[in-house]
């Protein structure tokens, strides 16, 4: 089965990349001394005020360590998992033994809670040992044992320590025995997809190939007639975990189970679970060579961020359900953009990134994470957003029930907390996103300032230094030690805001050749030596965004981008009704350093023009006598909003003629 045909890239491994970065290693130091430590004490319902975790509990019940009973939501699991997987990225850049031996007596914990035959789950060894794989629609069986299995892999390879791993070992090959096509066994797979894709990474760190072979198997059975998904629903008598009696019919679309992967051309259902899916179809797609699947991934990739993204990097449109909606629907005020959905977006877009060079999947990684996801988390890594709106009204928040998911500040925890201790294990791996390398190139997909060291064949490892103040501008410097010269391409990533870019190599104008940009990457092919040096310059203009006339919401509207980073008006800049104010569109945007606004940040500043209301006398309506006054307006970057207390927030803005 597994027989590449496909030439694929391979991210430089995490040990071998040290951030030092001025905006990036804030995150990666507040994740480390303060996130990771805040979270485990979530999980321990140790944080005044937040709602109960229940996990470590769980688990502790499951060990027969304690009586209780079940708490929190079915799949409560995983957040221990996904944050036991943090804590593996975090210790494979700096150790920590004391944080180490938290993990491990967590560990004792999972696996003194794993039951003889390989089964991992709490709520079903606690509250429902009988009903193991009767609902895997609803209560995320797989979902929880594929983060766990994360989780274990991710230790193993920053510790080398296999108790976990082992664990999981064993739950995968159990696993194995209930599901596939094979008579006797249930021919079945998850409603919230994720074992797939966490199968695929137990494979490459055992060499088992079995664990493949059954991450395929989940992705080629998946909506395949008659629907597992709704046979499962007909066999339990109609019923459903979450509510009381005979439910309606499920829609398998909104699993991604409607068609069978291969068919499918358009990002419907709940987003998270889909771009789950498709970063596994892309896993195996490397695998195996297998075109259609790529070809899947290609269209689905094309329509998710040609019709149904946020500027933000933000996908799912619609609360109910945490879904997709249509093409274009994208309303700024009754959003979700689950920051788990778009930190999914981001495996997807580096997994297609590995298949081929190509920096469009970059440019969305990148506009993902410095905006959706930096946005998230409040700068004292301490409260989190779970939906990440593009435009708040802060009473509309609290008395319109159609708008209570849309939070004007962020929240210590969640009853459902997936969205925290998934930031925690993508900042913490950050550095598996900067660098890829093939055969016979070293490929810079994120501007971060770092030190790499990476390998192709036939030679000593390449050490590379990157320096930068991106994303505040686009001076890029790269420096490379070599032991020995030896030739090789340096591929450097133009990124589609970029409307133009110079190089220099050791001080001297580089002139590329057509062939040497290929799609967005500059490839800088020549016999390298020891102590070389490139500078790439991208010019960075604060520029007025409009969306496709077909987007309703935004309509006469625009946004301003600078570099890679969204900006939004705020209330505390501006004061309130943001909606009253339009922009002309030649207005000139300054970009300004300001050191006292959020810790150092680059804002915009220019002139606007706010629609008066002194001369209304409290009617509603009137013939129109539209009057507008001149103001001066400031923009802050999206990923900084509601760190300076609660107030209206809109990316969007009207334009004036």
Same mark, same amino acid.
Not at 112 to 123: F, I, R, S
Not at 173 to 193: A, C, M, N, W
Not at 206 to 233: H, S
């Given at each position: 089965?597994?027989?590449?045909?496909?030439?694929?890239?391979?991210?430089?491994?995490?040990?071998?990349?040290?951030?030092?970065?001025?905006?990036?290693?804030?995150?990666?130091?507040?994740?480390?001394?303060?996130?990771?430590?805040?979270?485990?004490?979530?999980?321990?319902?140790? #944080?005044?005020?937040?709602?109960?975790?229940?996990?470590?509990?769980?688990?502790?019940?499951?060990?027969?360590?304690?009586?209780?009973?079940?708490?929190?939501?079915?799949?409560?699991?995983?957040?221990?998992?996904?944050?036991?997987?943090?804590?593996?990225?975090?210790?494979?850049?700096?150790?920590?033994?004391?944080?180490?031996?938290?993990?491990?007596?967590?560990?004792?914990?999972?696996?003194?809670?794993?039951?003889?035959?390989?089964?991992?789950?709490?709520?079903?060894?606690?509250?429902?040992?009988?009903?193991?794989?009767?609902?895997?629609?609803?209560?995320?069986?797989?979902?929880?044992?594929?983060?766990?299995?994360?989780?274990?892999?991710?230790?193993?390879?920053?510790?080398?320590?296999?108790?976990?791993?082992?664990?999981?070992?064993?739950?995968?090959?159990?696993?194995?025995?209930?599901?596939?096509?094979?008579?006797?066994?249930?021919?079945?797979?998850?409603?919230?997809?994720?074992?797939?894709?966490?199968?695929?990474?137990?494979?490459?760190?055992?060499?088992?190939?079995?664990?493949?072979? @059954?991450?395929?198997?989940?992705?080629?059975?998946?909506?395949?007639?008659?629907?597992?998904?709704?046979?499962?629903?007909?066999?339990?008598?109609?019923?459903?975990?979450?509510?009381?009696?005979?439910?309606?019919?499920?829609?398998?679309?909104?699993?991604?189970?409607?068609?069978?992967?291969?068919?499918?051309?358009?990002?419907?259902?709940?987003?998270?679970?889909?771009?789950?899916?498709?970063?596994?179809?892309?896993?195996?797609?490397?695998?195996?060579?297998?075109?259609?699947?790529?070809?899947?991934?290609?269209?689905?990739?094309?329509?998710?961020?040609?019709?149904?993204?946020?500027?933000?990097?933000?996908?799912?449109?619609?609360?109910?359900?945490?879904?997709? /909606?249509?093409?274009?629907?994208?309303?700024?005020?009754? #959003?979700?953009?689950?920051?788990?959905?778009?930190?999914?977006?981001?495996?997807?877009?580096?997994?297609?990134?590995?298949?081929?060079?190509?920096?469009?999947?970059?440019?969305?990684?990148?506009?993902?994470?410095?905006? $959706?996801?930096?946005?998230?988390?409040?700068?004292?890594?301490?409260?989190?957003?779970?939906? $990440?709106?593009?435009?708040?009204?802060?009473?509309?928040?609290?008395?319109?029930?159609?708008?209570?998911?849309?939070?004007? #500040?962020?929240?210590?925890?969640?009853?459902?907390?997936?969205?925290?201790?998934?930031?925690?294990?993508?900042?913490?791996?950050?550095?598996?996103?900067?660098?890829?390398?093939?055969?016979?190139?070293?490929?810079?997909?994120?501007?971060?300032?770092?030190?790499?060291?990476?390998?192709?064949?036939?030679?000593?490892?390449?050490?590379?230094?990157?320096?930068?103040?991106?994303?505040?501008?686009?001076?890029?410097?790269?420096?490379?030690?070599?032991?020995?010269?030896?030739?090789?391409?340096?591929? @450097?990533?133009?990124?589609?805001?970029?409307?133009?870019?110079?190089?220099?190599? $050791?001080?001297?104008?580089?002139?590329?050749?057509?062939?040497? #940009?290929?799609?967005?990457?500059?490839?800088?092919?020549?016999?390298? /030596?020891?102590?070389?040096?490139?500078?790439?310059?991208?010019?960075?203009?604060?520029?007025?965004?409009?969306? $496709?006339?077909?987007?309703?919401?935004?309509?006469?509207?625009?946004?301003?981008?600078?570099?890679?980073?969204?900006?939004?008006?705020?209330?505390?800049?501006?004061?309130?009704?943001? /909606?009253?104010?339009?922009?002309?569109?030649?207005?000139?945007?300054?970009?300004?350093?300001?050191?006292?606004?959020?810790?150092?940040?680059?804002?915009?500043?220019?002139?606007?023009?706010?629609?008066?209301?002194?001369?209304?006398?409290?009617?509603?309506?009137?013939?129109?006598?539209?009057?507008?006054? /001149?103001?001066? @307006?400031?923009?802050?970057?999206?990923?900084?909003?509601?760190?300076?207390?609660?107030?209206?927030?809109?990316?969007?803005?009207? @334009?004036?003629?």
């Amino acid at each position: 089965m597994i027989q590449t045909n496909v030439s694929v890239s391979r991210p430089v491994s995490l040990k071998q990349v040290r951030i030092e970065d001025k905006y990036w290693s804030v995150y990666t130091r507040l994740v480390r001394d303060t996130v990771i430590p805040y979270q485990w004490d979530a999980l321990n319902d140790r #944080v005044e005020d937040a709602e109960p975790s229940y996990a470590i509990r769980n688990f502790r019940i499951a060990a027969g360590h304690e009586e209780g009973e079940f708490g929190g939501f079915v799949f409560q699991d995983s957040d221990l998992a996904k944050w036991l997987e943090a804590v593996g990225y975090s210790l494979s850049v700096q150790p920590d033994p004391e944080l180490e031996a938290i993990a491990d007596g967590a560990i004792d914990l999972i696996v003194e809670a794993q039951q003889p035959d390989g089964y991992l789950n709490t709520y079903f060894t606690i509250k429902a040992p009988e009903q193991r794989w009767t609902n895997l629609f609803d209560c995320h069986e797989l979902y929880c044992a594929g983060h766990m299995i994360e989780a274990a892999v991710a230790y193993y390879e920053a510790t080398g320590k296999r108790k976990l791993l082992d664990a999981m070992c064993r739950f995968a090959d159990y696993i194995d025995t209930v599901f596939g096509p094979e008579p006797g066994k249930l021919r079945g797979y998850d409603g919230h997809q994720e074992i797939e894709l966490a199968l695929v990474k137990l494979y490459k760190a055992t060499g088992e190939a079995k664990y493949a072979k @059954l991450a395929a198997y989940f992705i080629n059975e998946r909506g395949l007639e008659p629907n597992f998904l709704l046979a499962e629903w007909e066999k339990r008598g109609r019923t459903s975990h979450w509510q009381a009696g005979v439910t309606r019919k499920p829609d398998p679309a909104y699993n991604q189970a409607h068609k069978p992967v291969r068919e499918q051309e358009v990002a419907v259902g709940h987003s998270v679970r889909a771009v789950y899916m498709y970063t596994a179809m892309a896993d195996l797609a490397a695998l195996t060579g297998d075109d259609q699947l790529l070809a899947a991934c290609r269209k689905l990739w094309n329509n998710m961020v040609n019709k149904q993204m946020y500027i933000t990097g933000g996908i799912g449109s619609t609360h109910h359900g945490e879904a997709f /909606s249509f093409d274009y629907d994208l309303p700024n005020d009754t #959003v979700y953009a689950e920051t788990c959905a778009s930190i999914g977006l981001i495996f997807f877009a580096h997994r297609m990134l590995q298949l081929e060079a190509d920096s469009t999947y970059a440019d969305v990684l990148e506009r993902a994470l410095y905006n $959706n996801v930096a946005g998230s988390m409040q700068r004292d890594g301490k409260h989190f957003f779970y939906v $990440n709106p593009l435009e708040v009204w802060p009473e509309a928040s609290e008395k319109n029930p159609g708008r209570h998911h849309v939070k004007p #500040v962020r929240q210590k925890w969640f009853g459902c907390a997936c969205c925290p201790p998934n930031v925690s294990r993508l900042l913490s791996s950050l550095g598996e996103y900067i660098y890829t390398t093939d055969d016979h190139t070293v490929y810079t997909h994120l501007y971060i300032g770092s030190e790499a060291e990476a390998a192709l064949p036939g030679g000593a490892p390449i050490k590379l230094k990157q320096e930068t103040d991106y994303p505040w501008n686009g001076n890029v410097r790269l420096s490379v030690t070599l032991k020995e010269p030896r030739t090789f391409s340096l591929a @450097l990533r133009i990124p589609a805001w970029a409307d133009s870019f110079s190089v220099k190599i $050791n001080g001297q104008p580089l002139q590329p050749g057509d062939d040497d #940009v290929r799609k967005g990457y500059l490839y800088v092919t020549r016999a390298w /030596s020891d102590g070389d040096r490139v500078e790439l310059e991208l010019p960075m203009e604060a520029r007025l965004i409009e969306a $496709n006339p077909s987007v309703r919401a935004n309509a006469g509207k625009a946004a301003i981008t600078r570099g890679p980073l969204v900006y939004c008006l705020e209330e505390t800049d501006n004061g309130s009704h943001l /909606s009253a104010i339009a922009v002309q569109p030649a207005a000139k945007i300054e970009a300004v350093m300001e050191p006292d606004v959020l810790g150092g940040t680059v804002v915009l500043k220019g002139e606007g023009f706010r629609d008066g209301r002194a001369d209304w006398s409290g009617e509603l309506y009137r013939p129109v006598n539209r009057q507008a006054e /001149s103001v001066q @307006l400031q923009w802050v970057p999206y990923s900084a909003w509601g760190n300076r207390g609660a107030g209206e927030m809109s990316v969007w803005f009207r @334009l004036k003629e």
